[in-house]
């Protein structure tokens, strides 16, 4: 499993988790692509956009391998924000690799873009 080193293990001040430390004994946790309502909880959605600005800050709109980054933190994201950069693509794999969906992720989370150094 790949560590994304400098990758923020959290979002400040919370206790949501943005990565794992250790392989999972049964395997990685199968990625899904989990509804958003319009009724989630603020704290949920500031989780949301917080992982959002971390991985743009620290991949930007290359590919990256799923590694460390937390399953269900990142289902959040998956299928619309971040999708698969493979064919075929095995959700429930360390090595997958994913890639932003740069468009969509600016309309989703426009504050995760601000200042943004890669325009």
Excluded: C
Excluded at 69 to 88: C, I, K, Q, T
């Amino acid at each position: 499993m790949e560590k994304h080193r400098g990758f923020p293990s959290r979002l400040p001040g919370t206790d949501y988790q943005f990565t794992i430390r250790r392989d999972s004994k049964s395997g990685p946790t199968k990625l899904i692509a989990r509804e958003r309502f319009a009724d989630r909880r603020p704290p949920d959605r500031r989780a949301d956009e917080g992982f959002m600005a971390a991985l743009w800050a620290h991949f930007g709109n290359a590919p990256f391998a799923r590694g460390n980054l937390d399953a269900g933190r990142l289902s959040w994201l998956f299928g619309r924000e971040v999708v698969a950069a493979e064919d075929p693509f095995d959700p429930q794999s360390y090595d997958a690799l994913l890639v932003i969906d740069e468009k969509r992720a600016r309309i989703s989370f426009p504050d995760a873009f601000a200042g943004d150094r890669f325009e």
